[in-house]
């Protein structure tokens, strides 16, 4: 987009601000696939806000599982990492959240029987404070290097 026209989306949303909600989608999301007798994974992937307007994502929940957000910080003093549980997260206008490993993360544990076995799309509900519910089908993946890492500079990237 223009700056120009970018401006003249500013102004308007000015006008009607109650109209204008959060624009969010997802993209590259992927479950990581561990042995049948595993208590949890992780999921990876993008979630873009591309709206002019924060939005913040409220629950995360699944069928097939229980799903958290995590954030794994590793203390600089010790060098241990450890994993913050993440009930309110604000993804900005015109930012994204990037969950991938040492970082943001899906929580998955207390699986429904078979779900490693029997599954090869899991569908998790993100639902957000205005976007509303958004149900994403994600794919069981063996490992999280599904994204196209090469292009990407991790400089856009919001970090908390
Ligand atoms: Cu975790």
Known sequence: ????KYYLFFMLSLCFSTSIYADITTENFRIIKAPEVA???AGYGVIKNTGDEDDTLIAIHSDKAMVMLHKTEVNADTGMAKMVHL???VIEAHSELVLEPMSYHLMLSNFAD???NDNEIIIVWFEFEKAGKMQVEIPLKASWETMDSQSDDHSHHQHH
């Open 1 to 4: 987009m223009t700056k120009f």
């Open 39 to 41: 208590k949890s994974t």
């Open 87 to 89: 009930s309110k997260t």
């Open 114 to 116: 078979g779900f490693f």
